[in-house]
């Protein structure tokens, strides 16, 4: 009896170690076959080595490439570490882990210590850094954000005024809640553009006085030539008004760069009037082309604003979608408090046609494109952040043209920016040369990123003192008729500068139905203290 208890126990003993190897050596070929690579693989087949001296060679090769990955390490950290770009890392409570020495000289900080962590926000007093960190953060997806730092005086008593510094800054999601983020210095590119525009506002008020006077005398001349030179007299004429017109806009839009809102006369307006005054300046020329201008939106629209200025933004915009929609299509003019959604149907008070695609919100159009369009319809934007709750209107302009090139869409707003890099204004024939052609008062190469200024509007509609009251009809003087004009690049980034002395925002990206330039703007329904400077 004790020899069969005996053997039974033996035998369980046995089976149980019989069970344990098993799974052991199932664990250690799982083991193996994660760690041998498959070049190991096919030179080490199973049956020229034991298990325990593939493991082991399996083992060296780990430790090796765990050295290669540490020198790798080594040397990108290296690289980041005397980058000429500054470089910050934050761990998932936003402290500083560390930063390289262009980021230490760059914001005055000392590299983390493992024993002296400290949060960022203590050593860089900039919100608009801790908020790019937290969108990067909850997007999982790399952000881009432009601003301005004030650095802070760390002593009242002996003041040392320090420079501000345009920032412009790059986060990246890394794992465990952590965030880097390069900061590239554009401080001297901003300084550069200052001295740009300086020189351009110079040179334009040097040119001012001697434009005005050769005007004066072609003027004075044009009734005094012979009638076979008469044609000359008119192209010089031409010439010499599209430089003036030139000139003035250059002067104006370093005004309202330098002091925008001194220059506004705000006063209470209607935004439907307004609309409605802009395209009957322009209806004789949508004629010519049989586009018609469709509204919809509510039948009034009060809001504090400057007029003239105004007029002169939407006019431009309408102007632009004339020249670049096809013939018998139409401009479709939305507007919309932001209290109501865009893309639900608005009531329409005087609508040219009886139907209108519901239009999807820019918010919701930006979704779609990034989700099925593969970008399609990127936009660029200038202003407030889009999600601002002031109250305001919303003024949507799509056409059915070709919409902006696709490249051009991040520097539309930007002065003297031109699509197409190789655009020339053409050189016109005068009449009685050998070719024997007119010159053509609207034969000029343009682009839809920057010819807002109308080539076929006198130049009072892009003046200080344009009203709804200056027909189109005027323009059909002599002199108008053969003006040389040419796309300068001024037009979206005066525009710009309009809506935003009013505080408002101005986008510009293609429609994903109509694949035409869609340009929104936002105008707040009062005027506060929250203007852009």
């Known amino acids: 009896m004790e020899v069969l208890t005996f053997s039974l126990g033996l035998g369980l003993g046995l089976l149980l170690i019989a069970l344990q190897q098993v799974r052991l050596n199932r664990n250690l070929r799982d083991l193996l076959s994660r760690m041998e690579s498959r070049k190991q693989q096919r030179d080490l087949p199973n049956n020229n080595f034991s298990m325990t001296s593939r493991l082991m060679m399996a083992a060296g090769q780990q430790h090796q490439e765990q050295v290669q ?43 983390p210590s493992s024993n002296n962590l400290r949060l960022l926000l203590e050593q860089v007093r900039s919100y608009e850094l801790d908020r ?13 954000r432009r601003w301005v730092l004030h650095p802070l005086n760390p002593d009242p008593l002996n003041p040392d005024p320090r420079q501000s510094i345009h920032f412009m800054g790059h986060g990246i999601p890394l794992p465990e809640g952590q965030v880097g983020v390069f900061l590239e210095n554009q401080q001297e590119l901003f300084q550069l553009a200052q001295q740009r525009d300086r020189w351009v506002s110079d040179v334009a008020h040097e040119l001012k006085t001697p434009l005005t006077s050769i005007r004066l005398v072609a003027e004075m001349l044009e009734e005094r030539v012979e009638p076979a030179h008469q044609p000359w007299m008119q192209r010089l004429l031409g010439e010499v008004m599209h430089l003036s017109n030139l000139v003035h806009d250059l002067l104006d839009l370093n005004l309202l760069e330098q002091r925008a809102t001194q220059t506004l006369n705000t006063a209470p307006l209607d935004l439907v009037h307004l609309l409605h005054s802009a395209w009957q300046s322009l209806e004789p020329i949508g004629k010519t082309k049989a ?30 979608g004339i020249k670049y929609s096809p013939s018998n299509s139409t401009i479709t003019v939305q507007l919309s408090p932001t209290n109501l959604n865009p893309s639900a149907p608005l009531e329409d008070s005087e609508s040219s046609t009886s139907s209108l695609t519901n239009f999807p919100s820019p918010d919701q159009a930006a979704i779609s494109s990034e989700s099925s369009q593969q970008g399609q319809n990127r936009s660029s934007t200038s202003g407030w952040d889009s999600t601002a709750q002031d109250p305001c209107y919303i003024i949507d302009i799509i056409d059915q043209g070709p919409g902006f090139p696709e ?28 070719s024997g052609e007119q010159p053509s008062p609207n034969s000029f190469v343009s682009s839809p990123a920057n010819s807002l200024l109308s080539s076929h509007l006198p130049s009072a509609l892009s003046s200080n003192s344009l009203s709804e009251s200056s027909p189109v009809a005027q323009t059909s003087t002599a002199s108008e008729k053969t003006r040389t004009t040419g796309s300068c690049g001024l037009g979206l980034a005066i525009a710009r500068q309009i809506v935003l002395a009013h505080g408002g925002t101005i986008k510009a990206q293609n429609h994903p139905e109509t694949q035409g330039a869609w340009l929104q703007i936002r105008i707040p329904m009062e005027q506060g203290t929250s203007r852009q400077p």
């Open 291 to 320: 586009i018609q201008m469709e509204y919809r939106g509510p039948q009034t629209a009060q809001v504090e604003a400057d007029h003239s200025r105004l007029y002169r933004v939407i006019l431009n915009l309408l102007d632009n």
């Open 132 to 144: 790019l960190i937290e969108k990067t953060r909850r997007h999982q997806r790399p952000h881009q």
């Open 69 to 111: 990955l540490k020198e790798l390490l080594d040397s990108v950290q290296e690289i980041i570490a005397h980058a000429p770009l500054a470089y910050v890392q934050v761990d998932r409570d936003n402290y500083l882990v560390w930063c390289n020495v262009e980021a230490s000289q760059l914001l005055d900080i000392s590299p």
């Open 407 to 434: 490249s051009s869409l991040a520097q539309v707003f930007e002065r003297f920016y031109r699509a197409d890099p190789a655009r020339v204004r053409p050189n016109r024939t005068v009449p009685g040369s050998n």
